[in-house]
Structures are given as structure tokens and as C-alpha cells.
């Protein structure tokens, strides 16, 4: 994987090629990133780059007839470049000797002790096809289901035995650490070697909750925060590489929050009308009553969780643009005209205030439908908070 390869982050990018230029690449790196923000491209990419340099810095005769060996930032690739070097074909393969990798793991059977090497394969896949996937997304590709995925003991001691050899053929050795928040206290173990790493060896480690890491782990990296991916590279991404239509992928953006595993997962289910379940929705609410309230929570129950998080969801973003009209002109808000209309007629059944309080309560529901909440309760007493909430300012939302 090239840093071309990588959605966004072109700052993040160029900081990480000027850090192996001028020489100043750290030993232990840690990239936070919030899930679909690109953490793991992001350090792929670098990690595939780094060993894929030449072992040795150039050999030039000296004015007086000597060998001298150039300082090692005369050896620089631009990372545009590498994609021409032997290695880096090996690097991008996930098979080059000198790139390691830890992620969480499951034992096959009762009493195993995994490490991440017996998994080697599904990584390479997983990588391929699902680069912006997230540690659940990996954990059901190896068959955990409810399984918790662990960084074992076993794999700690594995890493101090790979990091002590000698590098094959790169300047240097990498270890991708993937979710250090699945290292418990067994990995206290790597505390000395992250510490004092052997020579021109580069720990990445990947993470999405810095609370969860180890404190005596974190304080030995260099943090590396890598933000939520902008509307437009998304938006792009969505086109280019999704094959979205523009319109499409506008909608997508809007919604996904910067997520663009959520925006892919969200593409799946493009087709699907949320604007008429939610204006049926809001007329149940303040016109038609109990029975239709029923009938649509039933409906909506039947959904799923994942189609249920993605309809309130879409509710949030609507609430939003209303907002930003309110505040910003509705010729500066860039929507279809029918979301744009909602939006407007959203803004008369509701104050900012109001409007606030609604989005609170959406979050809060998605939050519990990804517990598992049951889902006619949820929504049965979510119907009934709203109302609440815009009970003296009402208008039906018709076609």
C-alpha cells in the first residue's frame, strides 16, 4: 500500500516522509485514529515504505580517491517512488522479512495459545479487501462470534524473540501493532524493548481508545493523532473507488461523520428510504396517533440494528442541516433539494433548542441499539421523548 493509497491525511503523509528524510524517525510510534479515519492504511503505508529503503546509505569516491559512505538522508526515496524497489513489492505482499505484524487473536480450540503469525493469512485478506475495517470486522472474518479477541502472552514473547534478530535485507525492522487496547498487563513485557529497542528498529502501534492503552506503553510512544477524514476526500473516495453516483456519495458524506467504513457500510444500503419512514414517523407522532405509532415501531423494529442506527442516524443529519440554515443561509448548504426541504420544514415544528435536545436523544438511542436494546421498547419510548420535545410547536410533514 502507497501513501496514494491512503484516503486524505496528505499533512499527516508529508510529516511522516519528512520524519525518515531528515532523519528523525522515532522508535516507537503510536497512530490514534477514531475507527474509519484510516489509522491501519495510514500505517501500512508507512510501515511498507520504511522497509522498503535500502540497507545501506550510497558508496561514493571522495575527492581524494577514498570510498565514503553518504549520511543516510542522502539515501532518501520520496514515498512516490518506492512503489519501483524490489522490496517494497515484497512489503506490500505482507511477506517481506523485515515487517512484522500483532493484532488480536482467538484460540481455535480449548487450551490454545495463539499468536498472530497462525493467523498470517486471514491478515492478508483482511487487509486487502477491508483496509478501513475495525476490530469487530476482523474478529467475525476468523470465526471469533462471541469471542473476545486477545493479544496474548505467548505473542509478546514472540515479538521480543523477532525484534532481537538482525534485520534481513531492510535499514530497518517494523512491528505493526494493531489494537494495543487487547494488550492486558501481559504486555508490560515489551516495556524494556520498546524502551530500548535494538538498532533501527520501529515499533508502529495502531490504536482507537487511548484510555484503553497501557499507561507505561503510551508514555514510551510518540503520539501521532491522525483526525477524522474530511467531507470532500471522502466524498471522492466514495466516486473513485465505490463507484457512487455524485449524489449518492454527497448524501453519504453527510452522514458518515468522517467514518468511511460507515460511509461503505452506509452505501450498501443506499437505496433505502429513510425520508418517507421518517416523515411517516413524525406524522404518527403529532397527527395520527397511538395506532400509527404502533404500526411504524413495528415496522421499524424489523429492521435491524444495523438499518435502525443508520435511520436515526439519517434523522441526526437532517436535524443538523436544519441548524445550519437556521445559522448559515440555505444557499450555503449544499444537500439535494428534498433534504434541503425536510430540513426547512423541520426548523418549523422545532426551536434550535428543541432541535438539540432531539439530536441528544437520537444519540442516545443509536448508542443503545448497538447494546443490543430491544428494539420496540427503544423506539416506543423514543416516540414518546419527542413528542415531549415539540409538543407545542407542531406541523404535519406532508408530501
Not at 167 to 181: A, I, Q, T
Not at 192 to 211: D, H, M, Q, S, Y
Not at 388 to 396: A, E, M, P, Y
Amino acid at each position: 500500500m502507497l501513501f496514494s493509497d491512503v484516503i486524505g491525511h496528505h499533512s499527516i503523509k508529508q510529516h511522516l516522509a519528512e520524519m525518515v528524510e531528515h532523519n528523525r524517525l522515532s522508535h516507537a510510534l503510536l497512530f490514534l485514529a477514531k475507527e474509519g479515519a484510516g489509522g491501519l492504511p495510514l500505517a501500512l503505508a508507512f510501515a511498507q515504505y520504511i522497509v522498503s529503503l535500502p540497507a545501506e546509505a550510497p558508496v561514493v569516491e571522495d575527492l581524494f580517491g577514498g570510498m565514503t559512505a553518504l549520511e543516510p538522508t542522502s539515501g532518501f526515496i520520496p514515498p512516490e517512488q518506492i512503489a519501483s524497489e524490489v522490496a517494497y513489492t515484497r512489503a506490500a505482499k505482507l511477506v517481506h522479512p523485515d515487517l512484522h505484524f500483532t493484532y488480536p487473536v482467538i484460540p481455535r480450540k480449548s487450551g490454545d495459545k495463539p499468536i498472530s503469525a497462525d493467523y498470517i493469512e486471514e491478515w492478508r485478506s483482511f487487509v486487502e479487501t477491508m483496509p478501513y475495517g475495525n476490530v469487530y470486522d476482523w474478529l467475525q472474518s476468523i470465526g471469533a462470534e462471541n469471542k473476545q479477541g486477545n493479544i496474548t502472552a505467548e505473542e509478546c514473547n514472540q515479538i521480543m524473540r523477532e525484534l532481537n534478530l538482525k534485520s534481513f535485507e531492510s535499514r530497518y525492522k517494523v512491528l505493526l501493532l494493531w489494537m494495543p487496547e487487547y494488550l492486558g498487563k501481559e504486555g508490560n513485557k515489551l516495556l524494556k524493548l520498546i524502551e530500548e529497542p535494538p538498532a533501527n528498529t520501529v515499533f508502529i502501534l495502531v490504536a482507537e481508545n487511548e484510555e484503553m492503552i497501557l499507561p507505561t506503553i503510551l508514555s514510551r510512544c510518540q503520539l501521532v493523532r491522525i483526525p477524522a477524514l474530511e467531507d470532500a476526500d471522502i466524498e471522492k473516495a466514495l466516486i473513485e473507488r465505490a463507484k457512487a453516483s455524485e449524489e449518492t456519495a454527497r448524501q453519504i458524506t453527510g452522514i458518515c461523520e468522517g467514518n468511511y467504513r460507515e460511509a461503505l457500510h452506509l452505501l450498501q444500503h443506499a437505496d433505502e428510504d429513510w425520508q418517507s419512514l421518517l416523515r411517516e414517523w413524525l406524522n404518527a407522532m403529532l397527527k395520527t396517533g397511538p395506532a400509527a405509532q404502533l404500526k411504524f415501531i413495528d415496522e421499524v423494529s424489523r429492521l435491524g440494528r444495523e438499518k435502525q442506527k443508520q435511520f436515526l442516524r439519517y434523522f441526526n443529519h437532517l436535524l443538523e442541516q436544519s441548524i445550519r440554515i437556521r445559522v448559515m443561509g440555505e444557499e450555503q448548504i449544499k444537500v439535494a433539494a428534498e433534504e434541503k426541504d425536510f430540513a426547512k420544514r423541520l426548523n418549523k415544528i422545532a426551536s434550535v433548542s428543541q432541535q438539540e435536545c432531539m439530536i441528544e436523544e437520537l444519540d442516545k438511542a443509536a448508542y443503545y441499539i448497538e447494546r443490543n436494546a430491544h428494539a420496540k421498547m427503544l423506539f416506543q419510548a423514543l416516540t414518546i421523548k419527542l413528542y415531549h420535545i415539540i409538543q407545542n410547536k407542531t406541523l404535519i410533514l406532508s408530501n
